[in-house]
């Protein structure tokens, strides 16, 4: 059971190049998220997932893109890098409320993928 | 969401017990409380949540105030292993796309 599994670990772009970052939990979940972390800041969100076929916007979406086309797969792409760009990837997974109980289930997170951008 | 203010590092010595507070004075009554850690280099970790009870699990106790503006994580015996940096984080439930992370608390455990 290896949870969530983010591919690759490290990747060094040129500004302009292109590039598809994987997740793949193996935990049944039904959501998936994209995050990036940046020094001195938070994590934020950049696009998450409901389900299969199912994608929504975070908090800073622009200049990436996602797909969930299979439940236990969520790609991150970046159509055109930017130096901005440069960051470390979590991807992590979660399955939604159970039941009649208000408590949210917690989020699992892959180890990150360390991304730059020249 | 509610935002949270914790202190930005603490030190622990070994074998002691970790008490690491969060103040969450805006959260209202449906927001759940969350604990984090991230280990240097790795993902974050899910270490424990509640309401408005105290909670423990395998990992660590949780301590909600009455008026649930504060909490305290208490990690009770800290081992080298548990230095990282640990998130407080308010959630509304059923909002899944929503964890405001804040910076966190460093914690150092020394020998």
């Known amino acids: 059971n290896a949870g969530v599994t983010q591919t690759p670990k490290f990747r060094v772009l040129k500004t302009g190049q292109s590039m598809t970052l994987l997740c793949a939990q193996d935990?049944?979940?039904?959501?998936m998220y994209w995050y990036r972390q940046d020094p001195g800041m938070g994590l934020r969100l950049i696009h998450y997932?409901?389900?299969?076929?199912?994608?929504a916007k975070g908090e800073v979406p622009d200049g990436y893109n996602v797909s969930r086309l299979k439940k236990q797969n969520f790609l991150l792409g970046l159509e055109s890098a930017a130096p901005s760009q440069t960051s470390v990837y979590f991807c992590?997974?979660?399955?939604?409320?159970?039941?009649?109980?208000?408590?949210?289930?917690?989020?699992?997170f892959g180890d990150g993928t360390r991304l730059s951008i020249l | 969401d509610a935002k949270t203010t914790q202190p930005p590092s603490m030190d622990c010595a070994e074998g002691r017990a970790a008490n690491l507070p969060c103040n969450h004075s805006?959260?209202?009554?449906?927001?759940?409380v969350y604990w984090y850690r991230q280990i240097h280099s790795q993902g974050p970790q899910y270490i424990i949540h509640?309401?408005?009870?105290?909670e423990t699990n395998e990992m660590a106790s949780l301590i909600i105030t009455e008026d649930r503006k504060s909490s305290t994580l208490i990690l009770p015996h800290a081992t080298l292993r548990d230095t990282a940096v640990y998130y407080c984080?308010?959630?509304?439930?059923?909002?899944?796309?929503?964890?405001?992370w804040g910076l966190g608390t460093s914690l150092a455990v020394n020998p």
């Open positions: 992590a997974s979660s399955q939604p409320r159970q039941g009649l109980f208000l408590s949210n289930q917690p989020q699992h």
């Open positions: 935990m049944n979940h039904e959501y």
């Open positions: 997932s409901v389900g299969e076929g199912t994608t």
């Open positions: 805006t959260i209202s009554g449906n927001e759940y």
């Open positions: 509640g309401l408005k009870n105290n």
């Open positions: 984080i308010v959630r509304l439930a059923g909002n899944n796309r929503k964890l405001i």
